[in-house]
């Protein structure tokens, strides 16, 4: 009896332990369920991405114009856009007239460069036309489509889009617009373009500038350029007669003494070809070196004694810049405050690289010193700094001469050979 009485007493403490269990448990998990649901009530919503309205081109008119570009082309593979590379000129360009509506498409905007410069070459007037959206309905270069609706659309239908503007703000920095001009049907920045002004900087370093000078008088006037470019036969290009107009190297400070001295070659013609400012200055600078004579321009000009290309190196693309593009009747135009904002914009990046160039010739200016101070010596040769041009060889023993040095296949021979290379391909389709 005692004992059936203690196990009752037992079981119901342990059934009262169970359910008291059960209640927190249950209690938990609801205090839990409910923090949950609270929590989720009270966040912020994600953002649903709204659908992209589709902007309809028929209800603005299309304007023939030109822009005037400037970029600096360090950091890019050339201004061309290409297929293999994304990091051109025109690619960025392009990214930006198709965000801000100007142009569906890159291949309907009737596109056309003035100069096509290379990878590394930059900038300060390149001129390019095309066809972009329009808020005018008639006007210099407005032309309407058969399905144009324009006069439907509400809005401002006087005042013209401002390019300029727009168009930087969506720009990388090192890519401005600079202005832009309504031109005629029949204009092409290729083809309309009267002359092009390229400079060339360089310091001092042991060239004999006098020498360059001289040598570089020779390219002025009409010549046959094959000997100072890549022959681009395969392109369609078998003329190589171009007319220089000038030709001039001048200081940019008055150091004469420096081999730090910057100078600036400043080359004008009518057309240039692949790479030809590039192997007219680099055959320059092996004249200013000494390694060349001054009369090795007329010997590599005179195609009848020197047919063939003699091999060598062109100077380096980075100080190269496309800096003027002449035309006739056209008329730019600017926005003051947006020039204003061009003029900071430059200054900024000015003083960017200038900081890091000050902060370079402050290092050499102390190392010269300490070398100085070490050897007891007056002065340290020029010719003893670190190479300060291109990459030319210094004087010695086992430089070659110009015209002693392989050459490469004459015009006729690379035109024997693309015409039968087009005949294989020919008679295997």
């Given at each position: 009896?005692?004992?059936?009485?203690?196990?009752?007493?037992?079981?119901?403490?342990?059934?009262?332990?169970?359910?008291?269990?059960?209640?927190?448990?249950?209690?938990?998990?609801?205090?839990?369920?409910?923090?949950?649901?609270?929590?989720?009530?009270?966040?912020?919503?994600?953002?649903?991405?709204?659908?992209?309205?589709?902007?309809?081109?028929?209800?603005?008119?299309?304007?023939?114009?030109?822009?005037?570009?400037?970029?600096?082309?360090?950091?890019?593979?050339?201004?061309?856009?290409?297929?293999?590379?994304?990091?051109?000129?025109?690619?960025?360009?392009?990214?930006?007239?198709?965000?801000?509506?100007?142009?569906?498409?890159?291949?309907?905007?009737?596109?056309?460069?003035?100069?096509?410069?290379?990878?590394?070459?930059?900038?300060?007037?390149?001129?390019?036309?095309?066809?972009?959206?329009?808020?005018?309905?008639?006007?210099?270069?407005?032309?309407?489509?058969?399905?144009?609706?324009?006069?439907?659309?509400?809005?401002?239908?006087?005042?013209?889009?401002?390019?300029?503007?727009?168009?930087?703000?969506?720009?990388?920095?090192?890519?401005?617009?600079?202005?832009?001009?309504?031109?005629?049907?029949?204009?092409?920045?290729?083809?309309?373009?009267?002359?092009?002004?390229?400079?060339?900087?360089?310091?001092?370093?042991?060239?004999?500038?006098?020498?360059?000078?001289?040598?570089?008088?020779?390219?002025?006037?009409?010549?046959?350029?094959?000997?100072?470019?890549?022959?681009?036969?395969?392109?369609?290009?078998?003329?190589?007669?171009?007319?220089?107009?000038?030709?001039?190297?001048?200081?940019?400070?008055?150091?004469?003494?420096?081999?730090?001295?910057?100078?600036?070659?400043?080359?004008?013609?009518?057309?240039?070809?692949?790479?030809?400012?590039?192997?007219?200055?680099?055959?320059?600078?092996?004249?200013?070196?000494?390694?060349?004579?001054?009369?090795?321009?007329?010997?590599?000009?005179?195609?009848?004694?020197?047919?063939?290309?003699?091999?060598?190196?062109?100077?380096?693309?980075?100080?190269?810049?496309?800096?003027?593009?002449?035309?006739?009747?056209?008329?730019?135009?600017?926005?003051?405050q947006a020039h204003e904002h061009l003029v900071s914009h430059f200054q900024a990046l000015w003083t960017a690289q200038m900081v890091r160039a000050t902060m370079l010739r402050r290092m050499l200016d102390s190392?010269?010193?300490?070398?100085?101070?070490?050897?007891?010596?007056?002065?340290?040769?020029?010719?003893?700094?670190?190479?300060?041009?291109?990459?030319?060889?210094?004087?010695?023993?086992?430089?070659?001469?110009m015209m002693s040095r392989q050459t490469s296949a004459s015009l006729d021979e690379l035109i024997d050979y693309h015409q039968s290379k087009r005949r294989r391909l020919d008679e295997e389709d």
């Open positions: 009896m005692f004992f059936s009485r203690s196990r009752d007493i037992i079981w119901t403490r342990i059934t009262c332990a169970i359910n008291s269990i059960r209640r927190k448990t249950m209690h938990s998990e609801s205090t839990a369920l409910e923090s949950t649901v609270i929590a989720e009530n009270t966040s912020d919503p994600k953002p649903v991405k709204k659908a992209d309205r589709q902007f309809d081109f028929k209800l603005y008119t299309q304007r023939h114009i030109a822009l005037k570009v400037a970029y600096l082309g360090w950091d890019y593979h050339g201004l061309a856009i290409q297929e293999t590379a994304d990091d051109t000129i025109e690619s960025k360009l392009f990214e930006a007239l198709k965000r801000a509506k100007l142009i569906e498409s890159h291949l309907e905007c009737k596109f056309a460069r003035c100069g096509r410069t290379d990878k590394g070459v930059s900038a300060l007037s390149q001129v390019v036309s095309l066809y972009v959206r329009s808020n005018l309905l008639e006007g210099l270069g407005v032309v309407t489509s058969t399905d144009c609706r324009a006069g439907e659309r509400k809005g401002d239908k006087t005042s013209e889009i401002q390019y300029m503007h727009i168009l930087n703000k969506l720009l990388p920095e090192d890519i401005r617009v600079l202005a832009w001009a309504p031109v005629t049907a029949d204009f092409s920045a290729r083809f309309s373009c009267l002359q092009r002004t390229y400079k060339y900087l360089f310091p001092k370093g042991s060239l004999d500038i006098s020498r360059m000078q001289a040598a570089a008088q020779k390219f002025v006037g009409e010549h046959d350029f094959r000997n100072f470019c890549k022959m681009d036969v395969a392109g369609g290009t078998t003329n190589f007669r171009r007319r220089i107009l000038s030709f001039d190297i001048n200081p940019l400070d008055n150091s004469p003494s420096s081999p730090y001295q910057m100078h600036e070659v400043t080359i004008t013609g009518l057309a240039f070809l692949w790479h030809q400012v590039r192997c007219m200055v680099g055959v320059l600078f092996l004249i200013g070196s000494g390694l060349e004579d001054v009369m090795l321009v007329d010997k590599m000009l005179d195609i009848e004694k020197c047919p063939r290309k003699p091999q060598y190196g062109m100077a380096s693309e980075i100080p190269l810049m496309l800096f003027d593009c002449v035309f006739e009747d056209v008329n730019w135009q600017r926005d003051e190392l010269e010193y300490s070398f100085l101070t070490g050897l007891g010596t007056p002065t340290l040769p020029s010719s003893q700094l670190a190479p300060l041009v291109t990459d030319q060889k210094s004087k010695s023993k086992s430089y070659k001469p």
